[in-house]
């Protein structure tokens, strides 16, 4: 059981999703009880055995995720995770996450990044993370995947080139914070100069509703549309709470209503502007900022109706 950790790592990255990381962990773990105490007793790394497991029960899901997604209401944005200091267990009865079941945040899970893992082939992504990021060795990861050292070596090579592609200049974190509590106020204060201002000219922002709370179906693009659209959504919903909060480890905000946590932010800023923002409002994806995942996310603050639109 001390793998677990690693292994909820694992899939987070490979999956974009902690209940899908969860459910393959469970699988894991139902294959390692599965064996006979003789079979267990002949492996000699443990660890390495529910990696490999975990790995391709990941490697399946993503095929099936990509099905999924398809029919996915509205736009399927990863699912955001809180600073661990911050962390709410979804499971009933349990007010404190068991530390296991934590997410390390670092590079690999920001919103951004894991968007980019979203485009490549699931055989990409595992060979890319597995790799670049838990630095298994080519050999172990082609009986992964079931190609070749060489193979999974070009995989991880394409992976890192889209990676790079798409990586924004780098942007100290407190640079990074600065800009989005000045995009908070400039919200708050309905300033539609000053949000323009936040804002890339080319900037984009994605709701994520997934059919259980209401999500703009496409996503928004252009600093003037999304300003225009912020400052509405201002003037005729005041009383939600906006909050400054870390997402995946980056800067971010969160919309309350009540206290309970409506929709979530993640941004991705460049310099002194912000390039892309992310409204996480599915509630099933909200459980570790809810302490459950049955909010119905219906009022009418701020936060709401921007995860509406945007």
Not at 133 to 147: H, L, N
Not at 149 to 168: H, K
Not at 237 to 246: G, I, K, N, V
Not at 282 to 289: A, D, G, H, S, T
Request: proline share 6%; hydrophobic share 40%.
């Amino acid at each position: 059981m001390s793998e677990r950790r690693q292994l909820t790592n694992l899939a987070y990255r490979l999956l974009g999703s902690l209940a899908e990381a969860e459910d393959a962990v469970q699988e894991t773990y139902a294959r390692w009880y599965a064996l006979t105490p003789r079979q267990r007793d002949g492996i000699r790394t443990p660890g390495a055995w529910l990696t490999t497991v975990a790995s391709r029960v990941c490697l399946n899901l993503l095929g099936s995720a990509r099905a999924r997604r398809e029919r996915y209401v509205g736009q399927w944005v990863p699912e955001p995770l809180p600073d661990r200091t911050e962390w709410i267990s979804g499971r009933p009865g349990n007010a404190t996450a068991d530390p296991a079941d934590r997410v390390t945040l670092d590079e690999s899970v920001n919103m951004a990044f894991l968007v980019v893992l979203e485009a490549m082939t699931p055989a990409e992504r595992v060979a890319f993370i597995l790799h670049d990021v838990f630095r298994y060795p080519f050999a172990d990861i082609a009986e992964i995947v079931g190609r070749t050292p060489a193979a999974c070596r070009q995989l991880a090579s394409s992976a890192r080139r889209r990676i790079r592609a798409a990586e924004p200049p780098a942007t100290p974190t407190a640079q990074q914070a600065g800009v989005i509590r000045d995009f908070k106020q400039a919200w708050e204060a309905q300033d539609i100069e000053a949000l323009i201002g936040l804002l890339d000219p080319d900037a984009t922002a994605i709701g994520d509703g997934g059919g259980l709370a209401s999500a703009h179906p496409h996503p928004i693009e252009g600093r003037e549309q999304i300003a225009r659209l912020y400052i509405d959504i201002a003037r005729t919903a005041p009383e939600a709470t906006l909050l400054e909060r870390t997402v995946n480890g980056r800067p971010g905000l969160v919309a309350q209503e009540d206290g309970v946590t409506v929709t979530v932010f993640a941004f991705e800023v460049a310099g002194e502007r912000i390039r892309r923002i992310w409204a996480v409002r599915n509630p099933e994806k909200l459980r570790p900022w809810t302490g459950t995942g049955t909010g119905t996310g219906t009022g009418t603050g701020t936060g709401t109706e921007t995860g509406t639109e945007g």
